[in-house]
């Protein structure tokens, strides 16, 4: 649920950004080096803030920078109640 | 003490920058210094760090002056900035057009030609000028004079302790964060590993994760990239130092959890001001007790929501300029925004509302006249917005000039409409449809 939720929105992202179809992405696709720079992560945090509701990056004293689409994720996910 | 008296007591093997020891570079000083310089005033831009190291022991406590300019400076600005210096002599790999050396060497180094100098007079030890210019965001890069004593002011000196100490330099060692890494690491005789082009992050990391460095420096954009990529979990670091851009609580914790076994630090300093100070407790901003019993020897106040400090061991006032940047107690407006909450002081942004993204600066100013040229904006107002992963998005208020029917629509055109204008940093990331913006008692557009 919340892996489609970022899927779509990412590829919404990336699609504006990029002018380009967001190419296929694995658990280990390092999002570094997806072809989306920081400022479209930025982008996509904020978007998914609006989507979902939160911000996992500032929900605690755990804070951490995922390197992986499936870090990304499980960070996501690890906030969805 | 001048900087070669401080590398002698270092043990000749040691590593100094790169694969060059200690050893190596007094000797190459040795040998820059029997070409002359002495009593001069010496532009050096330099790409290559161990040749600057080699040329800033040569200098110091021989030359009048030492102007430090960054390699990317363009060739008409490093000789204009030279110019306003005085400078003698020029020594560059950068710029081979301005290399004061026979115009026929095919190969330009930074070791340049003797000196002309016979008016100059012998300079007393320590007292050789080091220059450094402003970022020059805002306008022309300006010149200020510090000392070595002011650059090494807070360097913690143990030549046993730093015999495993290994720098990772991310900077240009001719910007003043640059030149802190460099002098400490020469100073207290640990390591730097200087990569000739720190453009390809990635590799940086792994050339860094190769040569074990311990110790990193890096603005907290750059260390909010390097946390993202998998080669950042290679890096033995004992010391993660931020500086150049407000340090928040997440980047501190999420270092935190990355680095358990390092010390992280985050420094407030500015080319004016000197030497500042830095927090190592982990929390963003500093303990409000520093404004009575501040550290390191500086001063600091807080007047009008704006951060002060003084610091005695620099010139007050820019090179070649009658503008003096301190107030008449000696204070230097920092052009930071800070808030006290509880107990400490925490940095809310810049006083002339200029937003970080990444790393790059945007007036917001610039980006109204954008969304207000769109003939459908009324009023508009830019603000930053927090973000994790840049620090700050650009966002705006926008009061529509007449009713509008499709508000995403609308929102989309403006979008639109920016990105063809701006920047892709620039172009706000969040718009807004208001029905009235607030306007300040003068009656302009508030900024907050």
Known sequence: MVREKILVTLEDVYRRSTQKDLPHLTDESVLLETGLDSLGFAILVTRLEEELGYDPFTQSDSAVYPKTFREFVQLYEQFSN | MILREFLSRVPADRLAVNDCTVGDLLSAAGKIRQRGFKGARVAIQGQDVARAAALLAALDGNADAILLLPAALNASVAADLAGKAECDAFLTDVNPELHDDDASQSSPDLLGREAMS???????????????????????????????????????????????????????????????????????????????????????????????????????????????????????????????????????????????????????????????????????????????????????????????????????????????????????????????????VIFLGRANGVINV????VHPERVERVLLEHNQVQFARVYAKSNPIVGALVAADVKAAAHVADEAAFKDSVRAFCAGRLEPYETPAFVRVVSELKLSAAGKLERI
């Open chain 2, 118 to 344: 016979s008016h100059r007079q012998n300079v007393q030890t320590g007292t050789t000028k080091w220059i450094l210019a402003t970022s020059g965001t805002t306008g022309a890069p300006k010149l200020v004079a510090h000392s070595l004593r002011s650059l090494t002011r807070t360097t913690k000196i143990d030549v046993d302790r730093a015999a495993d100490v290994r720098w990772g330099l991310l900077y240009d060692h001719a910007r003043y964060a640059g030149l802190q890494v460099l002098l400490q690491g020469l100073v207290s005789g640990g390591g730097i590993t200087a990569p000739a082009n720190t453009s390809d992050l990635k590799q940086t990391i792994r050339t860094f994760a190769e040569r074990r460095c311990t110790h990193v420096s890096g603005t907290p954009t750059v260390w909010r990239k390097i946390l993202m990529l998998p080669e950042s979990e290679l890096l033995p670091l004992r010391q993660v130092t931020l500086g150049g851009e407000i340090a928040d609580d997440v980047i501190l914790s999420a270092l935190r959890n990355r680095y358990p076994q390092a010390r992280i630090s985050h420094v407030f300093a500015s080319t004016e001001a000197g030497v500042g100070f830095s927090v190592s407790d982990g929390r963003a901003g500093f303990p409000i007790a520093y404004l009575e019993n501040p550290p390191a020897n500086i001063r600091l106040r807080v007047r009008d929501d704006r951060l002060f400090v003084h610091n005695g061991d620099v010139n007050p006032s820019y090179l070649s300029s009658e503008d003096r940047f301190a107030d008449a107690d000696g204070f230097v407006d920092t052009g930071d925004v800070v808030e006290i909450r509880g107990d400490r």
């Open chain 2, 358 to 361: 990444g790393g790059n600066k």
